[in-house]
């Protein structure tokens, strides 16, 4: 790592060692796990989403190599209480920033959840809006219309005070109007984006889906287009910072990210790519890349790919 490059970056007041953020639904149900990506060279860790009741998901298969890419069809599975207390343990236990995931049914759900995290405290808060495997039972996405989601994130902000991302899909005609109405109505952050889709594999052999919910959603390097346009889309319309999640494989792809806008980057799909290591080989590489190009700080390459 060079002596002349500073990775720290702060995101609404939470101060990071380095922008790169385990994304939600990786390594994320268990504090030890998660306490293991910091250790692994997260500049911060993110829950997978927690409700307030418990949920098994779809059953197996739930996920799916396809190329350059991963599809999921988890379906929010979580522990309803005991995920809240695991979270407490964590936030003991871990010495970087833990976001805190979470979904609803409803929006009274969103606020119920919020009331309860206020008291957890984590670092911050991250409203997830936008996963596309419950479509069935859940209904469209909060954050499919831009109503809807303002709703969301009024009953939150209404029940907490920690700072609010929103975490938003790509799926949608015009997220831009999306991440406006979100901002309007109070959300401190957002990120963008979720996983692209849904997608499907067909197994040839037996000419049936391969994920037992037929469909899931897309993740890791084929999605990173996707995400660099969202991020730098949204970074057009809203003053609030972006956590850019969506393909980042290497310390050039987070500079990317960055440039379009990002202020700090989510990294989840690459672990299967390149394994543990992940974290501090896109550190390092970023860190190379900035020494090469003059850039001193993480904050000299946010949104400069705008005119
Ligand atoms: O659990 C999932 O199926 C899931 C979630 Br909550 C999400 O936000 N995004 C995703 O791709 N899968």
């Known amino acids: 790592m060079s002596a002349k490059v500073d990775l720290s970056c702060e995101v609404c007041g939470v101060e990071l060692a380095n922008p790169t953020i385990l994304a939600s639904g990786f390594l994320g149900v268990t504090a030890s796990t998660l306490k293991r990506a910091v250790e692994l060279g997260a500049g911060a860790v993110t829950i997978k989403s927690i409700g307030l009741e418990r949920r098994e998901g779809h059953k197996e298969p739930v996920v799916c190599e396809v190329q350059s890419g991963l599809l999921n069809c988890v379906g929010l599975s979580t522990q309803g209480q005991e995920a809240f207390d695991e979270l407490k343990v964590a936030l003991k236990e871990i010495d970087a920033p833990v976001i805190a995931s979470f979904y609803g049914k409803t929006t009274e759900d969103y606020g119920e959840?919020?009331?309860r995290l206020e008291e957890i405290k984590p670092s911050l808060i991250e409203a997830n809006i936008s996963c596309p495997n419950v479509k069935d039972e859940f209904g469209l996405p909060f954050g499919a219309k831009a109503d809807a989601a303002s709703q969301v994130v009024k009953e939150i902000k209404?029940?907490?005070k920690i700072p609010l991302f929103v975490k938003l899909t790509p799926n949608v005609p015009d997220i831009k109007s999306i991440a406006k109405a979100v901002a309007e109505a109070g959300a401190d952050g957002i990120t963008a984006i979720n996983s692209v889709g849904p997608g499907m594999k067909i197994n040839v052999e037996s000419a049936k889906p391969i994920l037992s919910n037929n469909s899931g959603g897309l993740s890791?390097?084929?999605?990173k287009p996707i995400a660099i346009r969202c991020v730098y889309d949204i970074f057009d319309v809203v003053d609030v910072p972006i956590i850019g999640t969506g393909g980042i494989t290497t310390g050039l792809d987070a500079a990317e990210m960055l440039m379009a806008g990002a202020t700090a980057v989510g990294?989840?799909?690459v672990l299967m790519y390149r394994g543990l290591?992940?974290?501090k080989l896109i550190t390092e590489e970023l860190s190379s890349f900035m020494d090469e190009n003059g850039y001193s700080k993480?904050?000299?390459l946010v949104g400069i790919a705008h005119g």
């Open 113 to 115: 959840i919020a009331r």
């Open 277 to 279: 290591d992940s974290f």
């Open 220 to 223: 890791g390097p084929a999605i």
């Open 267 to 269: 990294v989840g799909t």
């Open 158 to 160: 209404g029940n907490s």
């Open 298 to 300: 993480v904050k000299d």
